[in-house]
């Protein structure tokens, strides 16, 4: 399954903490293109299935089963990618060096 670094769960949950969000649970996907890439995404949700909580480094989650596949293994990681520009990226597991970059948290 996905894992969470310390630094992703600590700004998640200082997302969490804002009054738009509070109390909703962190939604994370992912799908596969036509052309083999995986596409990542994130954000705070309301609507789930009964199968889709999971918890992940102190950090609840809703993950659909149709995304289950594409995060094995996959970090998500909350990293300075440039002086002042902080972002939460995926990393897979198949390159410890290749990153994508995902959507602000809403």
Excluded: C, W
């Excluded at 789930?48 to 596949?69: F, K, M, Y």
Aim: hydrophobic share 40%.
């Amino acid at each position: 399954m996905i894992k969470i670094t310390d630094s992703a769960a600590a700004q998640i949950r200082v997302a969490n903490n804002n009054p738009d969000v509070f109390d909703l649970i962190l939604r994370v996907a992912a799908y596969q293109e036509d052309d083999g890439a995986v596409n990542y995404g994130m954000g705070f949700d309301t609507e789930r299935e009964a199968d889709e909580h999971v918890v992940v480094n102190g950090i609840q989650l809703l993950i659909a089963a149709s995304s289950t596949p594409y995060l094995q293994g996959v970090t998500l990681d909350f990293v300075e990618m440039q002086p002042g520009d902080l972002r939460f990226i995926f990393i897979p597991p198949y390159s410890a060096e290749e990153t994508i970059e995902s959507s602000p948290t809403e």
